[in-house]
């Protein structure tokens, strides 16, 4: 039977990709074909993988290249995965809400796992010749993290809106949090387009590229426009979030407002109340007074479908829009009820998390 030239070629671009020509072949028909290396497979992974991947697994699979450069992928060991996760447990730098390296060792496995998951993916090696993926992670510690009393959250705005060297931008950046609840990237990546001064709602793309309409009051609508448009904002794709210079802000404002906080709020710094606090804080207020339902559909939960009761309790955007109105006593248009704030506050008696 006369070979297809089209797979004939498709075969010399796979040997010519890995460096072997068919000679190759010939003089070593029983020899298996060497597989690339740790640090010659490194980039194809990182060109692979999203920006998420590269932000949090970069480290370690830099530190598996200089670890084992000349080691084909399968001249890894798992107990050599073991080995280095205990060396980056042991040198994790030490920072208040560090768990004696628990988090390090978890991102090496996690790290060598997404390595060795592209080979595999690729056909490179099999699923079961995987060292990393017979090296288990450690158990993960229930967070430390929990929801603000309104005393401690109304401390950290007053230091927020009083010190610093631009507190009308932190006073924002706290509010949006804190009625929102959404992820510290949520807040970096928004644009005078994800803005709807009218409906009173901002669009967060995060975790996932998950993207989705969040309900805000039509006060921090306002402001959040008469900010971006007063600080350079122009285009629609413009950032909405800027600082005095004008330019976007980036994760070390973040970085240097907690650093702040903790400096004049000794038990910030203490516990490291960082911005996903703030979450904690209103996922707990609206799940108590308005439902698991409810707080998963505030939280942007639509990655793990948890159990089939979830089906039946799904919440929409006049919910979500609901529940911030009764938190922020506001009226909002989309929540149902027009004097909605009014009367379940003077029903409930309840203290929200943003009352100051």
Sequence with gaps: MTADPSAIAAAHQVLAHLGVTVADLQAHPGARVALPTVAEYLPRVVAAAGPGARRTYGTYWERMAATWPDRPLDGVAASDIEALKQLMMTSAVSRRNSRNGRHAGEHVVAAARAFYARAIAVGLIDASASPAHRVAKPRRLPSTRRALTPHEL?????????????????????????????????????????????????????????????????????????????????????????????????????????????????????????????????????????????????????????????????????????????MTGQPHPLARLADHADRWSQASGAVSPTTE
Excluded: M
């Design 154 to 326: 109304q401390e950290i705005n007053i230091e927020a809106r009083t010190s610093g060297n631009d507190v009308i931008l932190d006073a924002l950046v706290l509010r949006l949090h804190t009625e929102t609840a959404c992820r510290r990237g949520g807040a970096l990546a928004l644009r005078l387009v994800d803005l709807d001064t009218i409906n009173g709602l901002v669009r967060l793309t995060e975790k996932g590229a998950t993207i989705r309409w969040q309900p805000i009051t039509l006060d921090l609508a306002e402001h959040l426009y008469e900010h971006a448009r007063a600080r350079g904002a122009v285009l629609l794709t413009d950032p909405l979030l800027r600082n005095r210079a004008g330019q976007p802000i980036t994760s070390r404002r973040y970085d240097h407002l907690w650093k702040r906080l903790g400096e004049r709020l000794p038990w910030v710094a203490v516990h490291g109340v960082s911005t996903h606090w703030l979450r904690h804080t209103t996922l707990t207020w609206v799940e108590r007074h308005f439902g698991y339902g409810i707080a998963r559909a505030y939280a942007g939960h639509t990655d793990s479908p948890g159990s089939s009761t979830t089906t039946y309790i799904k919440a929409d955007l006049h919910d979500v829009a609901n529940a911030l109105s009764a």
